[in-house]
Each structure stands twice: as structure tokens, then as C-alpha cells.
């Protein structure tokens, strides 16, 4: 099967990881899979392509309307390839009605001038199937794909059990960080700022604290100017916590700088919660030597991650979580071990391009 | 037929006129004529659609630039109309090789830009078209577009005279003629005259983006040369009351810009100051002014010796007024709003 990846490919954010990882795979299995687009200096191993007809399949992954190309290439694209051969993988749920939860929402009129009725028209004319990556879509016309995946290949350190696992995580000066939180300042802070508030009162247990990512050192001026929540930052908490903040990881670092630390918490957004959406990092923080944190919904671990996981929920104590994370690490490495496997046997990017080809087969 | 319009609309500015009188005069041939998008308080008298697939044919309105058209409205319009049903209206004759003109007006800053512009429209629909008579590029299509709607006419005497003279246009790439031509001939006649008036986007101050932008030479003013004449300005005005703003003159001067000239490229303004109720003064070639207007087109084309005739036009309205009366009925026989459908039907469905 030919198949031609269309979005923006940043190195440090979104789905940059994930299609890399289909590009590879793909090939791997005998397929022909590129990203529409010249060739890129930074993504050398990625081969990009625009002879639109030498491809079977157009997958567009939209996170925003950049994803879709400018004119000319927009046209030739839609031109060349029939739309019953085009999907869209619509990573942050505009394919819906518009919905708010608490400062997130899935359409920001203020920022792209677009409302929903745009989306999901627009959507709906590009390609024959919309595929959302949850297992809970609102919309009858939608087709669950979680699309992202885990990468048992990608494990820094793939332990054989949970004392080794626990050995190693307990060895000082392996760990230059305690807490890292990997990800960017958008719609993630109201989740951050009730974990440092809750260690807050017991600081003096914890080393280094550090957030990669863009924005954690200031509002920015438009998100002021637009009147736009969810991607604020109170410095003052952070300096008390001592955090230290650094600008995006690319995203062919973030597994091995994770690894750096002995906790990495996982958040989604609030829409994301809200819908089920799940993203790279729902999979990715469990290749690193780390002690994923899931501050996520206990309903979506147990589904995605499975109930070994649900260890892994720190709950309304968080201090006490991490004080009995850090006397018996062994029964934690063990959720970790075990949500690994289940990753692999569920998750993996095997399994996701299998269900892709299924679903472009029809 | 079923037409819709797709433009970057604004309410001061552009052929946003323009397509309220085709959705009027479509209605006459029961042509459903319609802009793309949804109601807007601001633009009263537009019928509004985004059912793309819902029209014969959509016709792009494409200004200098065309980076409006993307996101959502590109997608929907390139999965929902096919090529054929597409055309686009080239109003600033962007699609004519790179000229400059005097060394000041020009379409493209370069061939790199030209050709940037042409991929893209090229990429978007066979079937361009012009609003000029005489298009230098085989392929451009001459459709006049723009005309003369009498349902806009302000009767006589229905707005009072503020001024003796107005100039209702943006400060766009006309610098150079007004400074050099008009504001020097207003300078020698100007004890003779009351109130002058400039209406429009940048007649106060040169906005700051002009520099980043390198659009020195499009927006220069001489601020002080206009406080020097008492010429008062006023901002822009919304498309609904641009010839009401002019029947407050006696007479109004149009301008237009020098690549527009060279290109003999119709506008929106070329019929709106007809139906205003002033004596219009056109700065263009008399003979093009003729092609347009019939043959009374010359005696109202400020070409030569602008003071006379200005002052002419302020001294001695009542010969002015019966030539504007005749060239309004051959406004009304040659250009109104009812023929440019028709014409625009016709180029559309060849």
C-alpha cells in the first residue's frame, strides 16, 4: 500500500513522532508510506514526496488548519487524489460541536476565526472517513482510531523485572531530575499548578523539579491580548518550588530526557480528558526509565493502559502517593512493567498500522 | 444560474459594492447570487452562503493578494466546486507580466512574486478574468464587472454641501498624482474655494507597517501640505455610504492608480460617483474617459489644466450637471448592473 502522510511536521511538537514512527514502520512492512512535502534537512530519514499519483491513500493529520497545505499544492493534492482515498485523523476533536471544559475547548475562534460548522463541513468535504484517536467518539460519522502508539523498541531500559527495575531507579546519582514534565504551556497549566501546589508543603523531599517546554517562563503577550486561559504561569509558585523551566525537547529527545528523571507525569488537556483523546505522550512516557505519573482519568487508564496502570494514578493525595512510591518502588515498577506489556500486546505500532490499512482498505 | 462570490470582504474598501448591486440585479434574471459566509450586520444588502455545492459557479474576487483564501474555505472549496464551476477575478491586473510604472506603481515586486501569484491562481481555476476592456494577456477574459446601479442615486439636494471639494478613495499608490498634480492646481485656486475633504484610509498619517512592509512609495503624505490647503480629512467610510459622503461635495475628483491607469482597469468608483449627486471629476486619459462614459466623458475628465477646470466645475455647475445627467443615462444603457450580469453569465458558462 502507498501511502502519502499531509501535515505540518514540527520537530517539537504534535504528531511529529508518531508519523515518523508510521514512515518507518511502514517500510519495514513493505509499504510505501511518505509525508507530502519537499524533502526536509531536519527529517532526513523521513522521505517526503509530492507526486501525488504515485500514492494510493491521502492521511491527513489535523491538528489545525496549517496541517492542510497552501495553494498550489493544496489543489493538486485534492485534485489528484479522489476523496473516497483521503482520511483525516482529527487529533484534538473540531470534527464536533464545539465544546468548552474549563479554559479548553476544541475551537478557537479568537485565534483562527473558524467555528465549528467550518470544521466539520470542511472536514467532511475533504475525506470519506474521519477517524478521531479515542475509543469514545461523540459522532456517528467518526471512527475510532487511536492512531498513536507504543514503541516497545524505544524502551531505554526494557528491565526483566520489577526489583531490577526498582535497584537501578533507587541508585543515586543516575537521576538528575525528580520530577520532569515534558510538554508544552497549553491548557495544561490549571493540572499543573494542583501538582505544585500539592508538593508545594513538602518541597524539601524532592531534588530537581524541571518543565521542558514552550512558554512555561511567561504568558504570552497574545494569549493576554485574546483573553486566552489555560496557558497561564504563576512564577512566583514555580520559584518557591525552585522549578526550573528550558525551552521544547525535540522529539526525538523527549524519551531519552525523561528518562532523566524518577517521575514524569503524564497530562492531557481537559478536552482531551473529556473527549478520551489520547496522544504520543499517553504511550511515550512509558519508554523512558521513569515512573510515569497518569494524572489522567481513571476510566481512560484503565482502558488504555490497563489495570496494572491504575497504580500509577497518584489520586487526591499525591504526596502520599509519591512517599509509598518511594518506600516500595518494586509493587510501582511492577504496574510499570506490566502496563508496558500491555502496551505492546495492545498498543503497539504494529497493531495501529494494521488497523490503519484496515480501515483504508474499507 | 447560481453564483457565488468569494472575496477578502471589507466594508470600506474593494468590490464589496460591487456584489451587493449583482445580488440586486441578479434577482431581476432570477439569478441566485450570493458571498460566501455567514450574515454580518456589518454588510446590509449582501445575501450570504457557505453552501458551496449549492452554486453553478464561484467566482474568486482576488485583489493584490490572495492568502485569504486558505484554511477551511480553501479545503471546502476545492473538495466541494470542481475546476470547471471556479473563476477568479483578477482586479488588479495581477495577472499581466511584471509592471512598473514610472518607476512607482507596479503589480508584482518581481517575476518570483508573479509567478508565485499565477501558481496559485492556476492551481485554483482555468478561467481568469479582468475587469478591463482591453487585457494585455490573451488568456484574461474582459469583463467589465464593475457598473452603474441608479437604485444607489442620492436625489439632488437630499444631503447638504459641506464641501466644494471631495476625494473619496483610499491613500493607496495616488501620492504621487496628488501631490504632484491635484493638491499643486487646488494650491493656485485655493482662496476661490470653500471646504476640501479627503475621505479615506491613510489621509491622516502613515501608518507604521508602512516601512516593515516596504511600502514607502504606496502610502506617502505631505501632512503639513494638507494643513497648509485646510483640506479636511475624514476616515473611511462603509461601502453603504460612500455616495451618500459624496453628494456632501459640489464636486468630487476621482483618482486612480497609476498601474490601474496603464491597465485601464474599472473600479467599483468609476460609477459610484455618478450616483452621487456631484459633479464627478475623473482623473484619467479623456479618451478613456470617453470609452466609458460616452462622449460627454471628455468634458468631465480632469486632464491639463486641473484649476480651470475645477473652477470651472464650482463656478459654473449647471453646464456640469447636464453633462453628468447625459453620462448617467449612458451609464444606465451601457453599464448598469442588469448588463453586468448578464455579461458575467455569458463569460461564465462559455
Known amino acids: ?148 502508539g507504543y514503541d516497545p523498541t524505544a524502551v531505554v531500559r526494557p528491565y526483566r523485572s520489577p526489583q531490577e527495575a526498582a535497584k537501578a531507579w533507587c541508585e543515586n546519582g543516575g537521576k538528575p531530575y525528580d520530577v520532569l514534565y515534558v510538554g508544552h504551556n497549553w491548557q495544561r497549566w490549571t ?172 | 444560474m447560481n453564483i457565488l462570490f468569494m472575496m477578502d470582504k471589507r466594508a470600506n474598501a474593494g468590490s464589496i459594492q460591487a456584489v451587493a448591486c449583482y445580488i440586486r440585479a441578479g434577482d431581476e434574471f432570477s439569478h441566485n447570487i450570493a458571498l460566501y459566509g455567514r450574515p454580518d450586520p456589518k454588510y446590509p444588502g449582501i445575501r450570504w452562503s457557505t453552501e458551496l455545492g449549492a452554486f453553478d459557479r464561484v467566482v474568486l474576487i482576488v485583489e493584490e493578494h490572495i492568502n485569504w483564501l486558505s484554511g477551511l474555505p480553501l479545503i471546502r472549496l476545492l473538495s466541494e466546486v470542481p475546476r470547471e464551476r471556479r473563476a477568479i477575478l483578477d482586479t488588479d491586473g495581477m495577472y499581466n507580466p511584471v509592471l512598473t510604472v514610472d518607476m512607482y506603481d507596479r503589480n508584482h515586486a518581481d517575476e518570483n512574486g508573479r509567478a508565485c501569484w499565477v501558481g496559485r491562481c492556476a492551481a485554483l481555476a482555468d478561467k481568469i478574468l479582468q475587469p478591463t476592456l482591453e487585457p494585455l494577456e490573451a488568456e484574461a477574459l474582459p469583463v ?42 487646488i494650491e493656485s485656486i485655493r482662496p476661490k474655494l470653500d471646504g476640501i475633504c479627503f475621505v479615506g484610509l491613510w489621509w491622516d498619517m502613515v501608518p507604521g507597517w508602512v516601512r516593515d512592509q516596504n511600502l514607502e512609495l504606496a502610502i506617502d503624505l505631505d501632512s503639513e501640505q494638507f494643513r497648509r490647503l485646510k483640506i479636511e480629512v475624514q476616515q473611511a467610510v462603509r461601502f453603504t455610504e460612500v455616495v451618500p459622503v459624496m453628494s456632501e461635495g459640489r464636486v468630487n475628483i476621482m483618482t486612480q492608480r497609476p498601474l490601474f491607469r496603464r491597465l485601464k482597469l474599472l473600479t467599483a468608483k468609476y460609477f459610484e460617483i455618478f450616483c452621487a449627486d456631484t459633479i464627478p471629476l475623473v482623473m484619467l486619459d479623456p479618451v478613456h474617459a470617453e470609452s466609458i462614459y460616452g462622449p460627454l466623458g471628455r468634458e468631465l475628465a480632469l486632464h491639463g489644466n486641473i484649476a480651470h477646470r475645477l473652477l470651472d466645475a464650482i463656478e459654473s455647475p449647471t453646464k456640469y450637471h447636464e453633462h453628468v445627467e447625459k453620462v448617467r443615462c449612458h451609464l444606465a444603457t451601457h453599464h448598469s448592473y442588469r448588463n453586468r450580469v448578464q455579461e458575467l453569465v455569458r463569460v461564465l458558462n462559455d
Not at chain 1, 518557591?240 to 529527545?253: I, S
Request: glycine letters at 6%.
Open chain 1, 1 to 148: 500500500m502507498k501511502i502519502l502522510f499531509v501535515s505540518r511536521l514540527e520537530r517539537w511538537v504534535r504528531a511529529v513522532r508518531t508519523i515518523t514512527k508510521y514512515v518507518e514502520l511502514g517500510q519495514q512492512l513493505g509499504h510505501e508510506v511518505a509525508v507530502f512535502g519537499e524533502p526536509r534537512d531536519d527529517l532526513p530519514s523521513v522521505p517526503h514526496s509530492r507526486d501525488v499519483k504515485a500514492f494510493d491513500f491521502a492521511v491527513f493529520v489535523v491538528y489545525e488548519t496549517a496541517d492542510f497545505p497552501d495553494l498550489p499544492h493544496l489543489a493538486h493534492l485534492l485534485d489528484r487524489i479522489p476523496k473516497e482515498r483521503r482520511i483525516i485523523i482529527d487529533c484534538t476533536g473540531v470534527y464536533n460541536k464545539t465544546i468548552a471544559v474549563e479554559h479548553d475547548r476544541n475551537h478557537w475562534v479568537k485565534l483562527n476565526g473558524h467555528q465549528d460548522w467550518e470544521w466539520i463541513e470542511g472536514f467532511a468535504a475533504v475525506a470519506s472517513r474521519i477517524l478521531q484517536p479515542t475509543l469514545t467518539p461523540l459522532r456517528d460519522d467518526v471512527t475510532s482510531f487511536l492512531f498513536f
Open chain 1, 191 to 362: 493540572q499543573l499548578k494542583r501538582f505544585f501546589e500539592a508538593i508545594e508543603p513538602r518541597r524539601n523531599r524532592f531534588g530537581t523539579i524541571q518543565l521542558r517546554g514552550w512558554a512555561w517562563d511567561h504568558r504570552p503577550d497574545w494569549a493576554a491580548a485574546n483573553g486566552i486561559d489555560g496557558l497561564d504561569v504563576d512564577l512566583a509558585l514555580l520559584e518557591r518550588l525552585g522549578v526550573k523551566t528550558d525551552g521544547p525537547a525535540m522529539f526525538d529527545e523527549v524519551i531519552g530526557l525523561q528518562s532523566l528523571a524518577r517521575f514524569c507525569p503524564v497530562f492531557h488537556r481537559p478536552l482531551f480528558n473529556e473527549l478520551g483523546l489520547v496522544t504520543n505522550r499517553t504511550f511515550e512516557t512509558f519508554c523512558s526509565d521513569t515512573i510515569p505519573l497518569l494524572m489522567l482519568p481513571d476510566q481512560i487508564v484503565e482502558k488504555i493502559h490497563g489495570s496494572a496502570a491504575l497504580r500509577l494514578i497518584p489520586g487526591e493525595d499525591l504526596v502520599a502517593r509519591l512517599d509509598d512510591i518511594m518506600h516500595r518502588p518494586e509493587f510501582y515498577w511492577d504496574a510499570v512493567l506490566k502496563t508496558r506489556a500491555h502496551l505492546a500486546a495492545h498498543h503497539s505500532y504494529e497493531r495501529r498500522f494494521e488497523e490503519m490499512t484496515a480501515i483504508l482498505d474499507g
Open chain 2, 144 to 185: 467589465p464587472f464593475y457598473g452603474y446601479d441608479p437604485s444607489l442615486r442620492v436625489a439632488p439636494g437630499a444631503r447638504g454641501k459641506r464641501f466644494d471639494i471631495m476625494h473619496v478613495g483610499h491613500n493607496w499608490w495616488r501620492w504621487r498624482e496628488v501631490s504632484s498634480c491635484l493638491l499643486p492646481a
